[in-house]
């Protein structure tokens, strides 16, 4: 009898114990951006510190709540917790292209090849887990994409330290003159070199970024969504995650124009730049709307609409340039 009413009470512990993790679980999921774990974990932190999810949370009945996710978990098993939830005050390794990979979540985001922003110059290389925390420390997985959650928080040094209101000025963290990223600065390659000079581009000099086009000059014409007035992001034309072009201008329009109709940019356009031709990448989202010079010709890719169609673009086209000839 002392034997049966012990394992009752056992019995009545555990499912007390279950239900008070998958209620502090649920409460930490859906809290706006809180899905790494912090030193409340267990609702008064008696988790944290702990490397064996194993020991509060049955695999199967994990993220039932989530259904676009709980078939991944399922698959890859515990090793994706710290992916997403963090370490948990422990040494475990988070790993994120567990499931950022082509079997499971090739398009979020794209990672199609060896060209990506993984932090060597001059060098190829499939992005690992260290490449994306770099960038992504805590984002909240909710499937939109938001700066000022998704993006690890650099702070922008001498100034006032504001959430990012879009993907461009997370990138000019890092890409500036003066107030370069501890454990991130960028190696000066020659004068006016876009890779620092990027932040004063942005602000004052290049017409895709702040300093906007009026939309009065004689090549006019712009694809869908696109404005003059429009101020476009970095990632527009460059790709992150992995492209096979130079300079990581994307190779793809779903991979990057973010501006553009999906019966454009989904479809989607290929995208390749050989000896600093950038005709794919232009023609995608500038379209003439006269024909001048060679604006009847198709790139390659199947749209037609610049006014070089071969040749280097680079010759009048960089970073930098204020003139009617510049970005």
């Not at 290049?206 to 009026?214: I, Q, V, Y």
């Not at 680079?314 to 930098?320: D, M, N, R, S």
């Amino acid at each position: 009898m002392i034997m049966i009413k012990k394992i009752a009470q056992l019995f009545m512990f555990l499912c007390l114990a279950l239900a008070m993790q998958s209620s502090f679980a649920r409460d930490v999921s859906l809290e706006k951006n809180q899905i790494v774990l912090t030193l409340n974990h267990g609702g008064d932190g008696s988790a944290w510190g702990l490397s064996e999810c194993s020991g509060c949370h049955v695999l199967r009945n994990i993220h039932g709540n989530a259904p676009k996710i709980k078939g991944i978990v399922q698959q890859t098993g515990y090793a994706s917790c710290a992916g997403c939830h963090g370490q948990n005050g422990t040494t475990i390794k988070r790993e994120c292209v567990l499931c950022h990979n082509e079997s499971l979540l090739p398009k979020k985001p794209l990672m199609q090849d060896v060209k990506n922003h993984n932090f060597k110059m001059q060098e190829d290389s499939i992005l690992n887990d260290k490449d994306c925390l770099a960038c992504h420390y805590a984002s909240d997985m909710d499937g939109d994409f938001e700066p000022a959650v998704d993006l690890k928080d650099y702070d922008l040094k001498g100034a006032l330290d504001l959430p990012y209101r879009n993907g461009s000025e997370f990138c000019l963290r890092c890409h500036n003159k003066n107030h370069q990223q501890a454990g991130y600065e960028i190696q000066v390659r020659f004068k006016r070199d876009p890779l620092v000079m990027m932040a004063i581009n942005y602000e004052h000099i290049d017409m895709h970024g702040k300093r906007l086009g009026e939309g009065n000059r004689t090549y006019t014409g712009l694809r869908e969504a696109y404005e003059y007035q429009t101020t476009v992001a970095c990632s527009d034309c460059h790709a992150m995650h992995g492209t096979h072009n130079e300079k990581l201008i994307v190779d793809r329009s779903d991979a990057g124009m973010s501006l553009l109709k999906d019966s454009l940019r989904s479809v989607p356009i290929s995208i390749d730049t050989p000896g600093n031709n950038y005709a794919q990448l232009c023609v995608t989202c500038h379209d003439s709307e006269e024909v001048v010079e060679e604006s009847e010709l198709q790139t390659g890719n199947g749209l037609s609409g610049v006014h070089q169609a071969s040749g280097s673009c680079v010759e009048c086209h960089v970073h930098g340039m204020a003139a009617q000839t510049g970005l």
